[in-house]
């Protein structure tokens, strides 16, 4: 019985030191890596490679699984390292960031769906193996077009073509856009893009957002 009780306390005893051990990683990984993050007015953020303290004084973006924030005259720091680094320069004062530039096959009867993010301007360079149509949206008009898949004028901008080359302003104080690219035969396409995105925050409301 004395072996018994004694065998008990120790299991007892492994159980509250691997409860210790997990408690303590616990405590330092989230809580004390918290409370640095709190103290230097940052937010603490969880990606793949573990916590870690993701700045308050910057413009987060999330773009391909990325968080990226940008300081304004500064650097873009990329916080995700399972994401290749996203190609960026300057424009003026402001991030002009590479956000598409891999060749994409489009099957027949199929197209493109791209977001377009709000604050920013969109610059859309691309070279295509047939005629194409660059259509702008709201996110009303696209659902309309996708049930439908006819335009009748019901879009805010479009450029047909097999090299396009257009900016799109009207997101620099609205979220509520999107862009496809699709054939205007319906035939298999292979598109080669450039697409940029400036950072260029309106001071108002701006397009579809202004009303």
């Not at 409860?19 to 640095?36: C, D, E, G, P, R």
């Not at 977001?115 to 149509?133: E, G, L, R």
Request: with cysteine; proline share 5%; glycine share 4%.
């Amino acid at each position: 019985m004395k072996k018994r009780h004694t065998l008990t306390n120790v299991l007892m005893a492994a159980l509250l030191i691997v409860i210790l051990v997990v408690i303590f990683y616990a405590f330092k990984t989230h809580i004390v890596l918290f409370n640095s993050c709190y103290f230097s007015n940052e937010t603490l953020a969880v990606n793949n490679s573990g916590p870690f303290c993701l700045p308050n004084n910057g413009v987060n973006i999330i773009i391909n699984k990325s968080i990226l924030s940008y300081y304004p005259n500064s650097t873009l720091a990329i916080h995700n390292q399972n994401v290749s680094a996203l190609p960026f320069s300057f424009l003026g004062n402001n991030a002009f960031i590479t956000v598409w530039n891999e060749p994409t096959v489009l099957g027949p009867d199929s197209y493109s769906f791209l977001t377009i993010p709000d604050t920013f301007k969109v610059h859309m360079v691309y070279n295509a193996s047939v005629s194409t149509d660059f259509i702008v949206m709201t996110n009303q008009q696209y659902v309309e077009w996708a049930n439908t898949k006819t335009l009748n004028n019901n879009y805010v901008a479009i450029d047909t073509g097999q090299n396009i080359s257009t900016w799109f302003n009207e997101s620099t104080g609205c979220a509520g856009y999107v862009a496809v690219i699709e054939s205007v035969s319906g035939s298999a396409v292979t598109i080669s893009p450039d697409e940029k995105i400036l950072y260029d925050p309106a001071n108002a409301p701006t397009g579809a957002c202004a009303g």
